[in-house]
């Protein structure tokens, strides 16, 4: 079983829909839970960054962590076009050094 | 400020060849990471600085490939008698401590390598 298992996609969806990206994990250790998005031929950037478990908002996206279920998710509300991307979900536990990461999902939002 | 930059952003070379990539980190970041990105492959970790020295260097697959870090900035990934198989996008990090502290990494656009 991998650490992080995350589906490739693509993900499909029109413009303005809700889009629900999702990873599960088999380490229960890890604590610090993050989501980058990559555009083609950039590197990734931060999205969300979250602790423990719980819920954290940002403009249209939302992170969710599911310590018990080992299960994380981000949401992004009213998607548009420019979301279009690659997400990697990555965590770590305290006390590391380095990242696990998924293999990301691509989605595209068509307008 | 700058974010991180890395040079060259693409490089073609033949296989056999040694290559040089170059990372530089945000001002003030002590943690810097270097990870490889294949098609398909998801991110690929190779090895990380705390400032100059390298507490984990263990995803480097093969004995061609080294880095160093000096005065505790400006980094190097280094792959000797490259291969077809060297073929990928190389990605540099940067964060203010190391990960697993809180500290958000920060990625720079990478070098994409072709060996022909």
């Known amino acids: 079983q991998k650490e992080v298992e995350q589906d490739p996609g693509p993900l499909s969806v029109p413009e303005g829909a809700i889009v629900s990206l999702n990873c599960t994990y088999s380490?229960?250790?890890?604590?610090?839970f993050m989501w980058y998005r990559q555009y083609s031929r950039k590197g990734p950037e931060l999205l969300m960054y979250?602790?423990?478990?719980g819920n954290k908002e940002d403009g249209r996206f939302t992170a969710q962590v599911d310590k018990s279920s080992k299960y994380i998710s981000l949401f992004i509300r009213d998607s548009q076009p420019s979301d279009s991307a690659t997400y990697l979900c990555?965590?770590?536990?305290?006390?590391?050094?380095?990242?696990?990461f998924g293999k990301g999902t691509m989605l595209l939002v068509s307008p | 400020g700058a974010g991180v930059s890395q040079s060259p952003s693409n490089k073609v070379t033949e296989k056999g060849k040694d290559v040089e990539l170059r990372c530089d980190p945000i001002?003030?970041?002590?943690?810097l990471y270097w990870y490889r990105q294949s098609l398909g492959q998801g991110l690929e970790f190779l090895i990380y600085?705390?400032?100059?020295?390298?507490?984990?260097k263990s995803g480097l697959p093969s004995d061609r490939f080294s880095a160093e870090r000096t005065g505790g900035s400006v980094s190097t990934l280094t792959i000797q008698r490259t291969q077809q198989e060297d073929s990928a996008v190389y990605l540099c990090?940067?964060?203010?401590?190391?990960?697993?502290?809180?500290?958000?990494?920060?990625f720079g656009n990478g070098t994409r390598l072709t060996v022909t």
């Open positions: 990555a965590m770590i536990n305290s006390g590391y050094s380095t990242l696990t």
């Open positions: 380490n229960s250790a890890f604590q610090y």
């Open positions: 001002s003030g970041h002590t943690a």
């Open positions: 990090a940067s964060s203010l401590e190391r990960q697993g502290s809180g500290s958000p990494l920060h």
């Open positions: 600085f705390q400032g100059n020295s390298a507490p984990d």
């Open positions: 979250t602790y423990s478990s």
